[in-house]
């Protein structure tokens, strides 16, 4: 059974910094492209960044590219997403992802879903 679960949320200020993981088990972890998703109060859930198997290739949204860097360690089968630079938009819960199957890029479906952490940034 696959797990994913997500650590590192919690309240920052503005400006501050924040490094997320996501704790894969039950999966090959090396064989899955990874990705983190974020869901605001009140809006959709939206993609944030994404890594190829490897972590030789990786993606981002316009609003985090910059200030926030995926990476994983497939010796620890985890995932992480470091965060700088946080503004109160980030606010969120951060969900973490993994895709087996696709074959596009960056992923546009994903079989697992992690639990969450949430994420919140004061002015």
């Known amino acids: 059974q696959v797990q994913l679960v997500e650590s590192g949320g919690g309240t920052v200020q503005a400006g501050a910094s924040l490094k997320l993981s996501c704790a894969a088990s039950?999966?090959?972890?090396?064989?899955?492209?990874m990705a983190w998703f974020r869901q605001a109060p009140g809006k959709e859930r939206e993609f944030v960044s994404a890594?190829?198997?490897?972590?030789?290739?990786?993606y981002y949204a316009d609003s985090v590219k910059g200030r926030f860097t995926i990476s994983r360690d497939n010796t620890k089968n985890t995932l992480y997403l470091q965060m700088n630079s946080l503004k109160p938009e980030d606010t969120a819960v951060y969900y973490c992802?993994?895709?087996?199957?696709?074959?596009?890029?960056?992923?546009?479906?994903?079989?697992?879903w992690g639990q969450g952490t949430q994420v919140t940034v004061s002015s």
């Open positions: 992802a993994a895709d087996f199957y696709g074959s596009s890029w960056p992923p546009n479906r994903y079989d697992d």
């Open positions: 890594i190829t198997r490897s972590g030789g290739s990786t």
């Open positions: 039950g999966l090959s972890f090396s064989s899955y492209r």
